[in-house]
C-alpha cells in the first residue's frame, strides 16, 4: 500500500536557523508530489510541487524541496526560517496508478521562536 | 476567482443524529475530493467524483457516509447515524480538468465536526 512518512512530528527553531523537513514514500510507480502548508486558522495551500523534470523545486516563500527517486524521498528545505513559517507542513503523494488521490504523511508542526 | 467553499466551518451533534457537509469546488474544477483528518492522525482519503460520477469511493469508512455531487457542481457529505469516531476535519479539494494526473488539487477551508 502506499505510504508516507514524516520523520519530525514538532520541530521548534529560533528565527533565521536553517529547516529540513524529512519525507520518504512509498510507491513503486511514477509519483507527483507535494509539499502543503497550512497556517494558523488557515487552510491547506500548496507549497511546492514536483511533477517531472528537474528534480529540485522551488516553492513560494522561499521553501524549496529535493526529489531523490533512489531514496524515495522528498524534503523540504529552507535556510533561513522566519517566525510566519510557523505552521503545520504536509508531505503528500499521487501515484500515476491510482485516480488523482493524495496520500499524505502525518504532518510536521514547525515553530519558529522569534 | 472564489476558492474552494465548504459549510459549515464547525459543527458539534450528539452520537446518532444526522450532519451534512457541503463542498462547493471552484467553479469550472471537474474534479472534487473528499479527505478526512482525525485528531492527531494524518489526513485519509474518502472519495473522488468526476463531475457527477463517483471515480473512486475506496477510502470511506463505510455504509454511515454518503456523498453526492448533483449535478456535477457542490457535492455534499451526509453522515448518518454519527458515532463518536467521526469527529475530525473534513476537507474537500477540487481540481481542473478530468484528467485528475498532472493538475494540484485546491483545498477548502475544512469543517470540524465534533461527535458528542
Known amino acids: 500500500a502506499q505510504s508516507v512518512s514524516q520523520h519530525n512530528h514538532h520541530v521548534i527553531l529560533s528565527e533565521a536557523a536553517s529547516l529540513e523537513l524529512g519525507c520518504n514514500y512509498s510507491?513503486?510507480?511514477?509519483?507527483?508530489l507535494f509539499w502543503y502548508v497550512q497556517y494558523p486558522g488557515q487552510h491547506l495551500q500548496l507549497l511546492l510541487k514536483?511533477?517531472?523534470?528537474?528534480?529540485l523545486v522551488k516553492g513560494i516563500k522561499g521553501f524549496e524541496a529535493e526529489f531523490i527517486k533512489s531514496k524515495f524521498s522528498f524534503n523540504l528545505r529552507k535556510p533561513s526560517v522566519q517566525w510566519s513559517d510557523t505552521a503545520e507542513y504536509f508531505c503528500?503523494?499521487?501515484?500515476?496508478?491510482?485516480?488523482?488521490?493524495?496520500?499524505f504523511g502525518q504532518g510536521t508542526t514547525l515553530q519558529v521562536k522569534p | 476567482e472564489a476558492g474552494v467553499t465548504q459549510f459549515p466551518s464547525h459543527s458539534v451533534i450528539e452520537k446518532g443524529q444526522t450532519v451534512t457537509l457541503r463542498c462547493d469546488p471552484i467553479?469550472?474544477?471537474?474534479?472534487l475530493y473528499w479527505y478526512r483528518r482525525v485528531m492527531g492522525k494524518e489526513i485519509k482519503f474518502l472519495l473522488h467524483?468526476?463531475?457527477?460520477?463517483?471515480?473512486?469511493e475506496s477510502g470511506m469508512p463505510n455504509n454511515r457516509f454518503l456523498a453526492e455531487r448533483t449535478g456535477g457542481t457542490y457535492s455534499t457529505l451526509k453522515v448518518q447515524p454519527a458515532e463518536l469516531e467521526d469527529s475530525g476535519v473534513y476537507f474537500c479539494?477540487?481540481?481542473?480538468?478530468?484528467?485528475?494526473?498532472?493538475?494540484?488539487?485546491?483545498f477548502g477551508p475544512g469543517t470540524r465536526l465534533t461527535v458528542t
Open positions: 514536483y511533477f517531472s523534470g528537474d528534480p
Open positions: 479539494a477540487s481540481s481542473l480538468r478530468r484528467a485528475a494526473w498532472g493538475y494540484e488539487q485546491y
Open positions: 467524483f468526476v463531475k457527477e460520477s463517483k471515480q473512486d
Open positions: 467553479s469550472g474544477h471537474d474534479n
Open positions: 503528500a503523494v499521487r501515484g500515476s496508478s491510482n485516480t488523482g488521490k493524495l496520500i
Open positions: 510507491y513503486g510507480g511514477t509519483v507527483n
